[in-house]
């Protein structure tokens, strides 16, 4: 099976702008995770997809917003993005209900930088 | 709240020789799932081992293998007959079971491996 990509890998952007990032998970996983890793505050949970509903999200501001289509596919955006939005955001999926047991497998990344 | 802590930020070893990596967390549930996972400068997150907190056994993976010490919340893994491959970052992550719980990840120790 193919794994979980991400696109795309490296992104530019102002302040102010706004960006969205895409994560195709592993065939027949249902549920998407998003994570932000910074140097500074390290890897923190950004928020959780299962079924097209968010099931979970973590301590970000409302900037921070993801969806998720039927075919599990799942997009994450950030408006008026700020110099402290630089970041690689990783996507990792998990196969069936993607309850604590399963294994989250991780995507590349796509790594952004906010001039 | 779950924390995960990685009191080694840096880590060596000389190849073919064995290392462990420290983790402790902090929980108050009984129920749970701890992961290692690695990120080579690639920075793609890879599942190396985890273990479910009520399954007394280690887990083994290959070369790789934890200490699981429930009551200490301790949760070591051992690298044997390291390789050059095996450098990277490690992270220690904790899971509370169930559905709707994010994965919180420790701060990361950077392994060395000398030829």
């Known amino acids: 099976k193919a794994g979980v990509t991400q696109t795309p890998r490296y992104l530019i952007k102002t302040r102010g702008q706004q960006v969205t990032l895409s994560c195709s998970p592993i065939s027949g996983h249902r549920s998407v995770s998003w994570y932000q890793q910074t140097p500074g505050q390290g890897l923190q949970f950004l928020f959780e997809y299962f079924s097209e509903t968010q099931r979970n999200k973590g301590n970000f501001p409302g900037r921070f917003s993801g969806r998720q289509f039927s075919n599990s596919r799942s997009e994450m955006n950030v408006s008026t993005l700020e110099l402290g939005d630089s970041a690689l955001y990783l996507c990792?999926?998990?196969?069936?209900?993607?309850?604590?047991?399963?294994?989250?497998?991780f995507g590349p990344g796509t790594r952004l930088l906010v001039l | 709240a779950q924390t995960v802590t990685q009191s080694q930020p840096e880590m060596s070893v000389q190849e073919a020789e064995t290392v462990t990596l420290s983790c402790t967390y902090d929980t108050s549930e009984s129920d749970y799932y701890l992961f290692w996972y690695k990120q080579p400068p690639s920075r793609q997150m890879i599942l190396v081992i985890r273990q479910e907190a009520y399954k007394q056994q280690n887990a083994t993976e290959n070369r790789f293998s934890v200490n699981f010490q429930k009551a200490a919340k301790s949760f070591s893994l051992k690298i044997s007959d390291s390789q050059l491959g095996d450098a990277a970052m490690y992270f220690c992550?904790?899971?509370?079971?169930?559905?709707?719980?994010?994965?919180?990840f420790g701060a990361g120790t950077r392994l060395t491996v000398k030829p």
């Open positions: 992550a904790y899971r509370r079971a169930g559905n709707n719980n994010d994965m919180r």
């Open positions: 990792a999926s998990s196969s069936l209900g993607g309850g604590s047991q399963e294994t989250q497998y």
